[in-house]
């Protein structure tokens, strides 16, 4: 049974950087693309970045661009989002998700195709 389960949020000042971990669990990654979603408290949950099964091929919405890199790691079977410059308006709780999509370069950086998801990682940016 697939899992995501995700690590690294936490308490960084604006202009800081954090990595966050998506760890997949029963399933190797080049049949499901993952991607990273947000939501703050009152606002629905949007896209923030995805990676194709491939694992070389990468969207990332307008306002992240520059900021947050996605990536993987076969060896460990995890996604991660590195995310540097970060600002008050990324805190969020932050989850991954994983769709079916064998050997394919797509994805989408929108939560409906997504029916995996983990339980998420608040990350707050503050001074």
């Known amino acids: 049974q697939l899992q995501l389960v995700e690590s690294g949020g936490g308490l960084v000042q604006p202009g800081g950087s954090l990595r966050l971990s998506c760890a997949v669990s029963?399933?190797?990654?080049?049949?499901?693309?993952i991607g990273w979603f947000r939501q703050a408290p009152g606002k629905e949950r949007e896209g923030v970045a995805c990676?194709?099964?491939?694992?070389?091929?990468?969207n990332y919405v307008d306002f992240v661009k520059g900021r947050f890199t996605i990536s993987r790691d076969n060896a460990k079977n995890t996604v991660s989002l590195q995310m540097n410059g970060l600002k008050a308006e990324d805190s969020a709780t932050y989850y991954c998700?994983?769709?079916?999509?064998?050997?394919?370069?797509?994805?989408?950086?929108?939560?409906?195709?997504?029916?995996?998801w983990g339980q998420g990682t608040q990350v707050t940016v503050s001074s």
């Open positions: 029963g399933v190797t990654l080049d049949t499901y693309a």
């Open positions: 998700a994983a769709q079916w999509r064998p050997y394919s370069r797509l994805c989408s950086t929108h939560p409906v195709p997504y029916d995996y």
């Open positions: 990676l194709g099964s491939k694992g070389d091929s990468t």
